[in-house]
């Protein structure tokens, strides 16, 4: 029999090895991102144990928030940032989701983002409302030659005009970097006219909790002695995340975002990764950017479910207050 319990501070221990040792560990499974989440969005953490037959076997990352009058389970944290979530475990999926549902039962609605590659079959998906999403993956256990030679011809001359354009990669090794780096984001989203959605706090946040413990890579792009891009990825064990990234669109005729991700590829060959997960395929424009890199398309599940009828009711009327009203605000 499976079940899930909240797990003390002192059983904490195995969290991370058990998000090592499986393929559908990311770093949004660990211990650490859940304590960034935590400290920046105030909302209170459900570090849940899976057990069979009261032997620790898998870990599901949590969290529980109220809006409004509802109260909500979600894996990862909602709007935070935050790609996956999810069960991490050997067994069947079945048995976890069937003690999940028991578990959050007295909550209004739950939803949850499942790994890339975590297949869910239609006996699954049945109990659930579900989205499919997707991603790049690029698998870097192969020579850094047939890398160059997979990219899109288009991204091969994009970051050659960038090398000609004496365009140089540096190091975001101090906190200070970002400060420059939050100008380029809200240069980046002003011309849409939206805020930009990860706050300054946020980005100071994951720098302070993964940079000592060697879990981030920050990347600058400098062109005629000016920071003109850059791009923040976290990593865990083998496998490293394009989290977020941003420029001043006034340089982008110089391709700084392409040799930022091809440095970001070399090193990771160098150091031995295993995967580069580009993070998100779901928005066209940044869909064909990422795929000029050569990565594979794959797909993931979003689920949601509602405990009550009050609850759809509510989560419709948000949707659309997302939709027409909250843009309208901005």
């Not at 594979?296 to 997302?322: E, P, T």
Request: glycine share 4%; proline share 4%; hydrophobic share 40%.
């Amino acid at each position: 029999m499976i079940e899930l319990k909240i797990l003390e501070k002192n059983e904490l221990k195995e969290w991370n090895r058990i998000v090592k040792e499986s393929s559908y560990g990311t770093i949004f499974h660990t211990l650490e991102w859940m304590e960034i989440l935590t400290k920046i969005f105030k909302v209170k953490e459900l570090h849940l144990g899976i057990y069979k037959n009261n032997e620790l076997i898998g870990v599901f990352p949590a969290f529980l928030q109220r809006k409004g009058i509802f109260k909500l389970i979600t894996s990862p944290l909602r709007e935070a940032a935050t790609p996956y979530g999810g069960p991490i475990i050997k067994e069947s999926l079945k048995g976890v989701l069937s003690a999940f549902d028991k578990f959050t039962k007295p909550i209004g609605y739950v939803d949850v983002t499942f790994s890339p590659k975590l297949y869910l079959n239609s006996e699954i998906l049945k109990n659930y409302n579900y989205e499919e999403r997707f991603t790049y993956i690029l698998n870097l256990e192969q020579e850094i030659d047939d890398i160059w030679k997979n990219l899109k011809k288009k991204c091969r001359n994009a970051i050659r005009k960038a090398e000609k354009s004496n365009v140089t990669i540096i190091e975001g090794d101090k906190k200070e970097y970002l400060e420059e780096y939050y100008k380029m984001v809200e240069d980046t989203y002003k011309k849409s006219n939206i805020k930009p959605p990860i706050s300054m706090k946020y980005y100071q946040m994951v720098f302070d909790v993964l940079y000592p413990k060697k879990q981030l890579k920050v990347l600058f792009a400098e062109y005629d002695g000016k920071l003109v891009a850059g791009a923040i990825f976290p990593y865990f064990d083998n496998r490293i995340y394009y989290w977020d990234g941003a420029s001043y669109r006034e340089y982008n005729k110089v391709a700084p975002n392409n040799l930022i991700q091809w440095h970001l590829i070399q090193w990771a060959v160098e150091n031995e990764f295993k995967i580069y997960d580009m993070v998100g395929a779901n928005i066209p424009s940044i869909a064909k950017f990422k795929a000029s890199f050569g990565g594979d398309m794959v797909k993931y599940f979003y689920v949601y479910k509602f405990n009550s009828v009050l609850a759809k009711y509510g989560r419709c009327a948000y949707v659309w207050w997302r939709k027409n009203i909250k843009k309208d605000l901005r």
